[in-house]
C-alpha cells in the first residue's frame, strides 16, 4: 500500500486532474447526464499532451478524438431532449454485427500498428494502436446509446491498466481498474432502462 501511494504521489497533478475528471465522466454517462460530456472533454484534452509526450501518439490522437465526440455526443443528446419525437434511446445490436466489427477493426489495427512501428519512434504500437481504434468505436456506440458500448469497455479498459502501469501513468492505470468495475456498473444499468423500455413497449 505504501508503495501504492508513492507512486501516486510521483504522478503529475495534470494527470490527477484528467483521472478525477474522466471518473466524473463515467459516472454521470452511466446517469445519462448531459454534463459528461464537458467533464470528458477536459480530461481527454489534458490527456492529449501527456501521452504525446510519453510517446503514445495513438493514444494522444484518441484523446483529441474524445474532445470531438464530447462535442458531438452532447449535441445528440441534447437535440434527443428536444425532440420528444425523436428521442434516443437506449439500443442492442446483434452479435453479428459485433463480431463484423470487431474483426474490421483488428485488422485495422494491424496495419496502422505496422506502420506506427516502423517509421515511427512510438511505444508499443500494437497495443497502442489496437486500444485506441476499439475506443474510438467504443466512444461511437456510447454516443449512440447502444448498450454494448460497455461490454467493449470491460475489455479495452483491462488491456490499458497493463499497458498505462507499463508506460508510467500509475494513477491513470489505477483509473482504469475503477473503469472496469464502472463499466460492468453501466452495462447492468442500461440494461435495466432497456428492459423497461422494451416493456413498456409491449
Not at 27 to 54: E, H, M, R
Not at 99 to 104: D, K, T
Request: aromatic share 18%; hydrophobic share 55%; net charge neutral.
Amino acid at each position: 500500500m505504501d508503495n501504492l501511494l508513492e507512486l501516486l504521489a510521483l504522478s503529475s497533478p495534470a494527470e490527477l486532474v484528467a483521472v478525477c475528471l474522466a471518473i466524473v465522466y463515467v459516472v454521470l454517462a452511466i446517469k445519462q447526464s448531459l454534463w459528461c460530456w464537458p467533464a470528458a472533454a477536459i480530461s481527454a484534452s489534458i490527456y492529449t499532451v501527456l501521452f504525446f509526450t510519453g510517446r503514445l501518439y495513438m493514444e494522444s490522437v484518441l484523446q483529441i478524438f474524445y474532445v470531438i465526440m464530447a462535442g458531438y455526443g452532447y449535441w445528440s443528446w441534447v437535440r434527443s431532449r428536444e425532440n420528444t419525437k425523436n428521442t434516443l434511446r437506449i439500443s442492442q445490436l446483434r452479435w453479428q454485427w459485433h463480431a463484423y466489427w470487431a474483426l474490421v477493426l483488428v485488422a485495422v489495427s494491424l496495419m496502422l500498428g505496422f506502420a506506427l512501428n516502423r517509421y515511427t519512434n512510438a511505444d508499443m504500437a500494437y497495443i497502442d494502436t489496437l486500444t485506441t481504434v476499439f475506443s474510438f468505436f467504443a466512444t461511437f456506440l456510447v454516443a449512440r446509446k447502444v448498450l454494448e458500448n460497455w461490454l467493449y469497455w470491460v475489455v479495452i479498459d483491462v488491456v490499458y491498466i497493463g499497458l498505462f502501469w507499463v508506460k508510467g501513468y500509475h494513477a491513470t492505470a489505477l483509473l482504469f481498474v475503477v473503469y472496469v468495475i464502472m463499466a460492468a456498473i453501466g452495462y447492468w444499468r442500461w440494461r435495466q432502462d432497456f428492459q423497461a423500455s422494451v416493456n413498456a413497449e409491449t
